[in-house]
């Protein structure tokens, strides 16, 4: 069973689903308007997608960016179909930090990340899914402490591999990359303990070129 890996103490406590960032409908509505393509390389999340130029990053102008700022696992379900209409090539999944901060019980992560695949599978079935690891968080920030739970982080990502192995689907181990000695996210490549610096999102994209996951199969 894929939940006797999560955390034992996973949230208890009452969290909104229908919860969604104040300009999820205005960039969805955007997203829609956009050109979609079977050559497309979807990149799908929340903030930390969001805030730099993947086209950039890894000098590919196929990318499309699908992150927006505080969604989360519900949200992504929400406007998956958007995400892959076009029936992309690729789509890199990494969601679930701000679920994570809303108390949306672990089990509830893991069987929404199950959803998106069932749904990618069904509807866009040349389409190959790649899901990232969480990355961890640094509570000695003191700024996003809602955020800073690293043991949902761990029992989220080890649930994932098995559900990775399970479907058939790749996995993109990002957690390994950006921890320090102490299960923290190293202080160098944050600025509040969640988000990123240049530095982070430059580890990052090297990570996927080196594994050749953007690569055509």
Known sequence: MLTDTLSANAQKLAYDSTSRPDLYKSQVDQFLSFKHSTND???MGNSLTHWTNWNEQLRMDNIKNRGIPGDITFGVLERLDEAIMGHPQKIFILIGIND???NIPDEVILNNYQR??????????TTKIYFQTLLPTNDTFKKLTNHYKNDHVIAINAAL?????KEKITLIDLYSAFVDQEGKLKANLSYDGVHLTGEGYAIWASILIKGKYLTKN
């Open 116 to 125: 998106m695949i069932s749904i990618i599978k069904r509807k866009s079935p």
């Open 100 to 102: 994570i901060a809303k």
């Open 161 to 165: 591999k098995l559900l990775a192995n």
């Open 41 to 43: 390389i979807v990149f």
